[in-house]
């Protein structure tokens, strides 16, 4: 099999070749293609992925390339994870909002907004790309805001593209662990969308154990989310919330934590610091990436957990891995037809009711070789369902504006988000945004 890799040259890339190398069931990847617009950036990612491949018996083959046709021509997977504007693009994303007393986080709220109008023309267009020269290709999502990117390609490539994102995981990961069992015997209830989801209820052997941990402090003290959020809201809720509903939950704190260096900010110098390693020391190539490996994944939501009294991330937690299993996983599923139930983000149907059946929604799905099919869920709440219909809206609007240029779409996008409180600011988002990122002023000149 041939897996493409768009955004070859990014930082994450080499998770996913170290679970290639693991990976020696039949039939396997044989040949990775990394595809990025940065050759610099490509070069570093294959010295360290040359290191890794060292001592390994037929490791996957990998090629680079700065042409999109080349890397999709022939692949049985496509992974995309493109970042439209780099890293420079996510800290304007961040400053805009946060410089307007507004969220600044590149996913949620206006930051998200953002980066989705400039990256869902582009994703669009990959998504056609592979649809003419891949057309029996699976599309693996990685691209953020994922569940807005992922609905749009769908336009283009139907059910064979398929969102994903390791938030529910390691949620439902520290809560079967918090109870003292494995994660691979629970059965979650989990729905929302991407980045905007709760953990309801969680089976084991026949009985929902969720319950249990929400109603033991010290089991709970072990769940980094309870602690985020606190324990009194967690049962408030009467369920466990995906990390990302920390911007919505804890508005005001989100805001005030962000006062200093931005998350992108922060990112930039140390994937700066990676890359002109590299350049100097090609041969520590993957010293140089562990390194910086450990240092990105420490600092993870450092702000929220420093405002919260969340402490430090578990770092069992750390070496359990997200992006990169999941995708194996999926890959498996499909290409193998070993049957798996995934957290993954997939058109709704009827799976949620109360969301567009057009919608993607992020829901437990029955994946084989045919392919992947969301599991009906139990009702959202109305606490959950207002909140999850709202931001749907917005996400479909996003969509809608970039495809078509509107800045009077995008505009609305920004002000019916719940974490913008003005069509007044919505439209000084848009200008700040336009003024800071060229990819955006292309889509809205």
């Known amino acids: 099999m041939r897996l493409a890799v768009l955004g070859g040259g990014g930082f994450r890339v080499p998770l996913v070749y170290g679970a290639l190398l693991r990976d020696t069931a039949k039939p396997r990847v044989e040949e990775v293609v990394l595809y990025d617009v940065s050759q610099e950036r490509l070069e570093a990612v294959s010295h360290v992925l040359s290191g890794m491949a060292a001592g390994h018996d037929d490791p ?7 042409d999109l046709d080349t890397a999709l021509r022939d692949a049985t997977f496509v992974f995309s994870a493109i970042r439209v504007g780099g890293l420079a693009g996510r800290t304007a994303d961040e400053r805009v909002a946060l410089d307007l007393g507004l969220v600044g986080q590149e996913t949620t709220g206006p930051g998200g907004i953002s980066y989705g109008l400039r990256t869902v023309p582009v994703a669009v267009r ?40 390791d938030s529910p995981v390691g949620l439902i990961r520290r809560a079967a662990a918090a109870l003292g069992l494995d994660p691979a015997r629970v059965s979650p209830d989990y729905v929302g969308l991407n980045h905007l989801g709760w953990l309801r209820g969680l089976r084991h052997e026949g009985r929902d154990v969720l319950p249990g941990l929400l ?31 920390y911007y919505y939950y804890l508005t005001r704190e989100a805001v005030a934590a962000s006062a200093g260096r931005t998350r ?16 100097a020391r090609p041969d520590d190539a993957p010293a140089a990436w562990a390194r910086a490996r450990r240092e990105r994944d420490e600092s993870y939501m450092a702000d929220a ?16 891995g997200g992006y990169e ?25 009827s799976a949620v009711p109360g969301l567009p059946e057009d919608g ?29 219909q709202q931001v749907k809206a917005v996400e479909q609007t996003v969509i809608e504006a970039a495809l078509t240029g509107s800045a009077r779409l995008a505009t609305a996008a920004f002000a019916m988000h719940p974490l913008v409180d003005s069509t007044t600011t919505a439209q000084r988002l848009l200008d700040g945004y336009r003024a800071r990122i060229p990819e955006l002023a292309a889509v809205f000149p």
């Open 305 to 320: 957990r420093g405002v919260t009294d969340a402490g430090e991330r578990d770092a069992a937690d750390l070496e359990a």
């Open 360 to 388: 993607v929604v992020e829901v437990p799905c029955a994946v084989d070789g045919s392919g992947v099919r969301a599991l009906a869920t139990r009702p959202l709440p109305g606490r959950f369902l207002g909140l999850a």
């Open 215 to 245: 109603a033991d402090d010290d089991a709970l003290r072990r769940v980094e989310e309870a602690r985020l959020f606190g324990t009194e809201w967690v049962r408030v809720l009467e369920a466990l919330p995906n990390e990302y509903l």
């Open 126 to 165: 990959v998504a056609e790309r592979v649809a003419a020269l891949a057309p029996r290709a699976w599309v693996i999502n990685f691209t953020n805001p994922a569940g807005i990117v992922t609905e749009a390609m769908r336009r283009v490539l139907g059910d064979r593209v398929i969102g994903i994102c």
């Open 60 to 66: 996957p083959r990998v090629r680079v390339t700065t």
């Open 264 to 279: 992108g900010e922060e990112l930039l110098g140390q994937q700066d610091r990676f890359y002109a390693a590299v350049r």
């Open 325 to 349: 299993g999941i995708a194996l996983a999926l890959m498996a599923a499909i290409a193998r037809g070993e049957p798996a139930t995934m957290i993954l983000n997939v058109r709704n149907g």
